[in-house]
């Protein structure tokens, strides 16, 4: 016989709700509002953290070590799709004038179509160029906290 076939059902508890209130202990309430919530939730669909793509900026475009060609490739991978995320979450929602949010598109779309056989880095860092300015073109739409 198996341990769990002679033990007791488990008890379903639910929380007292009908007792009075424990003096200096507060009701919860949600952190955000509905709409921080939405934004928040739309943010994370879009699939590019935005801490995460500033590093591989500050990587790519800083002053840091020189770059390995494994790393080079792993970097261009993922502007590749990163670009294709950020055009789309600029078509849908970014600020400002019209004609320019196509023009950044439109390079983007160009660079990511480049072959990088003749300069891996210099093509990664035309990547990290693209990525850079779509992001700050969304992130100028985001209140300030």
Known sequence: MSPSASAPPLETRVPNRTSKKVQGIK???PPHQREEMERIVESLRAGLPVDAAYDDL???LGDGPTLSDERIEE????FRGNLMV???KVRERAPGDAQEREVLVEQART???EDASGSPLAFLRRLA?????????????????
Do not use: G, I
């Open 27 to 29: 009701d919860w309430t």
């Open 58 to 60: 500050n990587e790519v």
């Open 111 to 113: 660079v990511r179509q």
């Open 86 to 88: 950020l055009v789309d």
């Open 75 to 78: 970097l261009t991978e993922r």
């Open 129 to 145: 160029f693209s990525a850079e300015a779509l992001l700050e073109l969304l992130l100028d739409e985001e209140p300030a906290s």
